[in-house]
T-cell receptor, first 111, second 117 residues
Framework: QQPVQSPQAVILREGEDAVINCSSS?????VHWYRQKHGEAPVFLMI?????EQKGHEKISASFNEKKQQSSLYLTASQLSYSGTYFC????????????FGRGTSLIVHP | GAVVSQHPSWVICKSGTSVKIECRSL??????MFWYRQFPKQSLMLMAT?????????EQGVEKDKFLINHASLTLSTLTVTSAHPEDSSFYIC?????????????FGAGTRLSVL
């Protein structure tokens, strides 16, 4: 079952922060985060495993709350290059370990 | 990260023709590759899992005879859209899975935009 992402879209000015959420109705083994620019392939950002991981990638970090079956992606001091569509992919525990992707969150960063 | 090459990046074809899309893992071996279809402003919909040396596993609702997948080697998977029709027009993306300790990371190709006239 597809994870639910929120919000659907975010518009920011350069330097502002944003949070993108991803929630699942299933117990999760891992959460993946990708960024896709228009007409290009999704680019891997990070993966978090169950156990309550929190990871950072430059000014982009994420947390994974296993109990709530949720993950959040934090973008701080956003840059123009952060614009794109962010997808979370979730792997269910005890499943095939093939991620199912959410519908995406469109992020637009203005100068 | 690992590099996945997908070719061609854009195809325009007439209705009724077949189109082959290649997906290669350039610097690693991929026993498992995935094929996705993406409609404008939509999510990545998994079509099938391509397994090296065996038959592909198709998702529910995906026609096996329509979308032929061959994973002949550890670095190459191909998707052939047979007798393509306008409704097959879409963005097709492949990915290869790399297992790093307990993590299954997917690296995506650049995608192929198929336009069927």
């Amino acid at each position: 079952q597809q994870p639910v992402q929120s919000p659907q879209a975010v518009i920011l000015r350069e330097g502002e922060d944003a949070v993108i959420n991803c929630s699942s109705s299933k117990a999760l083994y891992s959460v993946h985060w990708y960024r896709q620019k228009h007409g290009e392939a999704p680019v891997f950002l990070m993966i978090l495993l169950k156990g309550g991981e929190q990871k950072g990638h430059e000014k982009i970090s994420a947390s994974f709350n296993e109990k709530k079956q949720q993950s959040s992606l934090y973008l701080t001091a956003s840059q123009l290059s952060y614009s794109g569509t962010y997808f979370c992919g979730t792997e269910a525990s005890g499943g095939s370990y093939i991620p199912t992707f959410g519908r995406g969150t469109s992020l637009i960063v203005h100068p | 990260g690992a590099v996945v090459s997908q070719h061609p990046s854009w195809v325009i074809c007439k209705s009724g023709t077949s189109v082959k899309i290649e997906c290669r893992s350039l610097d690693f071996q991929a026993t498992t590759m995935f094929w996705y279809r993406q409609f404008p402003k939509q999510s990545l919909m998994l079509m099938a899992t391509s397994n090296e040396g065996s038959k592909a596993t198709y998702e529910q609702g995906v026609e096996k005879d329509k979308f032929l997948i061959n994973h002949a080697s550890l670095t190459l998977s191909t998707l052939t859209v047979t007798s393509a029709h306008p409704e097959d027009s879409s963005f097709y993306i492949c990915s290869a899975r790399v297992r790093d300790l307990a993590k299954n990371i997917q690296y995506f190709g650049a995608g192929t935009r198929l336009s069927v006239l």
